[in-house]
C-alpha cells in the first residue's frame, strides 16, 4: 500500500510540476501585473478605504433582518479558510523546499495578486444570486452570468470541490495530527492521529449542517482570536531574538535570486515554490475568495474587492511573515528539514519550551479547524452552481467529513503534493475568466471612485452600467442599501418637507447615470457617513 501511494505522488508532483512551471506560474504573474497596471495600482492606492469598509452597516431587508452575512463577516469566512496551514505548515514548507529567497517571491506575489483578488472579487459580487440563507456567488456565476460560458463554470465549480473541501481540508486535518502528535512527543501513540480525526468528523459535522450563517458566526470567533494569539506568540519569539532580525532580511532578500541557498536548487525553484506557497495561503487568483465575498451584503462590488484584497494582505504580510520570522530567527538547518509544520514547531519549542508546544497546537486545532468550516462552505456555494438536489449536499456533506477523516490519517508528503498539484488547473480556468471579464470590474472601479468623489457613499444599481448582461441582484437603491434610519439634523427635516437650495439634489434623490437624479423613496436618502445627506449634499 505504501509503495502504491508512493507512486502515485510521483506521478502527480510529475504532471502538476511541469504545468506550474509552463503555464499556470506565467499567467499568474503576467496578468497579475497587467490588473495592476490597469487598475491604476487599485491594491495600493485604495487600502484606507479597504479598512473603511469592513465595518460599514449591513443592508437590511424589509423586515428590517441583516440581507446575508456582513462585509466584515465575508472577510472572516475568506480568512478562515486563508489563515490556517498555509500560514504555517505552508510558510514551513516554503522554507523547507525553496529556503528563505521564497519568502521574497511569496511577499512579491502577495502585491502583484492583490490585484487579481480585487477583480475576482468585485467580479463575485456583481453576479451573485440570492438563496434562503442570503447571498451566493463565485467565479461558477460570473462564468456563466458574465461570460454565458454555463460549461466553464460547471467545470470550475468541479475542480474546486475536488481542490479546497476535499484536497485542502485533507491538508489541513494532516497538520493537526503532525501538531498534535509533535506536542505529545515521540512517544507518541498510534491511535492520535484516528482520535484527531474522529473529533474534527464530529465537530465538522456539527457547525456544517447549520449553514453559511453557523459558519460565519464560528469562524469570526475563531479567527481573528487566534490570528491575535498567534502573532503574539511570534512577536515574543522575534522580540526575543531581535538581534537575528537584520540577519533574516538579509537572507531573505540576498537567497531570492541566489540559488546556493537551496540544495540541488535554481531561481525557477525558489520562484515556483514561493508563488506555490504565497497561491495555496493567500488564495489570489485562485477563485475561492470571491465565494466569500459574494456572500455579503454590500452597497458595491468593488467593496468586496478591496476587503478581499485586504484579505491577502492580512494573511502573508502578516500571519506568513511572523512564521518564516519565527523559524529563521532560530537559524535552523534548511538543508535537512521536511515538509509540514515541525520547522514551525521545532522552532517555537526552542525558545519558549515544550508548554509552548501544546499552545501551538491548540491554535493550529483552531485554525485549521476554521479552514474546513470555510472550505466546505466554498465547496456547498459551487455544489450549488451545479444542482440543487438536497441529496447532493447531504452527501457532499458526508463526503467532506471522509476527506477530513482520511487527511488526518495518511502521509503529510502526499496530502503536500496533491495540493500543490491541483492548484493549477483551477486557477488557470478562473484567470481566464477575469482576464475576459476584467472590462467590467474596471467600470465598477470608475463607478465606485466617482461616487466617492462626489462625497458619497457609493451605491451600485444596474442602470448605472445598463450594458452589462446577466446580473440578477442590484435592482435599485432600495434594494441594495435596505430601509436606512435616517438622522434628522437640527430639527430641518420634517416628514420629509425640507427643502434643498437651488442647483441641489434633494436627500430623498439619488444620482442615476449621467448625474441625472432618480426619484426613491425616504429611507434610501443617503450620505458619506450612511445619514440623511442634508442640504448641500450632491
Not at 508563488?275 to 455579503?296: D, K, T, Y
Not at 537559524?331 to 519558549?352: F, H, K, Y
Not at 452552481?385 to 458526508?398: D, L
Request: proline residues 5%; hydrophobic residues 50%; charged residues 10%.
Amino acid at each position: 500500500m505504501d509503495d502504491l501511494l508512493a507512486s502515485l505522488e510521483s506521478v502527480i508532483a510529475a504532471a502538476g510540476g511541469t504545468l506550474w512551471s509552463w503555464l499556470v506560474l506565467p499567467v499568474v504573474i503576467g496578468l497579475g501585473l497587467y490588473f495592476t497596471v490597469r487598475t491604476g495600482v487599485v491594491q495600493l492606492r485604495m487600502i484606507p478605504a479597504m479598512f473603511s469598509t469592513l465595518t460599514d452597516r449591513t443592508p437590511a431587508d424589509a423586515d428590517g433582518r441583516p440581507q446575508s452575512i456582513s462585509a466584515f463577516g465575508a472577510f472572516t469566512v475568506s480568512a478562515a479558510s486563508r489563515v490556517g496551514v498555509g500560514n504555517i505548515a505552508g510558510v514551513a514548507t516554503a522554507l523547507a523546499v525553496g529556503g528563505p529567497g521564497a519568502i521574497f517571491w511569496m511577499w512579491t506575489m502577495a502585491f502583484i495578486g492583490g490585484a487579481s483578488s480585487f477583480i475576482e472579487s468585485t467580479l463575485g459580487q456583481l453576479y451573485k444570486t440570492k438563496d434562503s440563507e442570503g447571498f451566493r456567488g463565485g467565479p461558477a456565476y460570473y462564468m456563466q452570468r458574465g461570460l454565458g460560458q454555463r460549461w466553464m463554470g460547471i467545470l470550475f465549480a468541479v475542480l474546486l470541490i475536488t481542490c479546497f473541501p476535499f484536497v485542502f481540508s485533507s491538508v489541513q486535518a494532516n497538520t493537526i495530527t503532525a501538531t498534535v502528535t509533535g506536542a505529545v512527543g515521540a512517544e507518541a501513540p498510534g491511535w492520535i492521529p484516528w482520535a484527531v480525526a474522529g473529533t474534527l468528523a464530529v465537530l465538522t459535522a456539527l457547525v456544517i449542517f447549520g449553514g453559511i450563517r453557523r459558519i460565519a458566526s464560528v469562524t469570526q470567533a475563531i479567527v481573528p482570536a487566534m490570528a491575535l494569539l498567534y502573532l503574539l506568540i511570534g512577536l515574543v519569539i522575534v522580540g526575543i531574538n531581535v538581534g537575528e532580525v537584520p540577519r533574516v532580511f538579509a537572507e531573505i532578500y540576498g537567497s531570492a535570486f541566489d540559488p546556493s541557498s537551496v540544495a540541488g536548487g535554481a531561481i525557477g525553484t525558489i520562484i515556483l515554490v514561493g508563488v506555490q506557497r504565497g497561491m495555496f495561503s493567500n488564495e489570489a487568483g485562485l477563485g475561492s475568495a470571491p465565494n466569500a465575498g459574494a456572500s455579503a451584503a454590500v452597497t458595491h462590488p468593488v467593496k468586496q474587492g478591496l476587503v478581499q484584497t485586504l484579505g491577502v494582505y492580512f494573511d502573508t504580510f502578516l500571519i506568513c511573515s511572523i512564521t518564516a520570522f519565527i523559524i529563521l530567527v532560530t537559524n535552523p538547518d534548511l538543508s535537512a528539514a521536511e515538509r509540514g509544520v515541525d520547522l514551525t514547531q521545532q522552532a517555537i519549542v526552542t525558545t519558549l519550551g515544550s508548554g509552548a508546544g501544546i499552545l501551538l497546537a491548540v491554535v493550529i486545532f483552531l485554525l485549521a479547524f476554521s479552514s474546513i468550516l470555510g472550505n466546505y462552505y466554498y465547496g456547498e456555494s459551487n455544489l450549488a452552481f451545479i444542482t440543487s438536489s438536497a441529496t447532493a449536499r447531504r452527501v457532499y456533506r458526508v463526503l467532506v467529513i471522509a476527506a477530513v477523516v482520511i487527511g488526518a490519517v495518511v502521509s503529510t508528503s502526499l496530502v503536500w503534493t496533491t495540493a500543490d498539484q491541483v492548484m493549477g488547473p483551477m486557477a488557470l480556468v478562473n484567470l481566464t475568466a477575469i482576464a475576459l471579464l476584467s472590462g467590467v470590474a474596471l467600470k465598477l472601479l470608475r463607478d465606485y471612485r466617482a461616487q466617492r468623489a462626489e462625497g458619497r457613499d457609493p451605491v451600485f444599481t444596474r442602470d448605472r452600467l445598463p450594458e452589462l448582461r446577466g446580473v440578477e441582484q442590484w435592482q435599485d437603491e432600495l434594494s441594495v442599501t435596505g430601509p436606512i434610519p435616517t438622522t434628522r439634523a437640527k430639527d430641518a427635516v420634517h416628514a420629509g418637507t425640507q427643502k434643498a437650495p437651488a442647483g441641489k439634489a434633494r436627500g430623498p434623490v439619488a444620482r442615476g447615470r449621467a448625474g441625472q437624479p432618480r426619484q426613491t423613496c425616504m429611507t434610501e436618502g443617503r450620505g458619506a457617513a450612511g445619514a440623511w445627506p442634508g442640504p448641500g449634499t450632491p
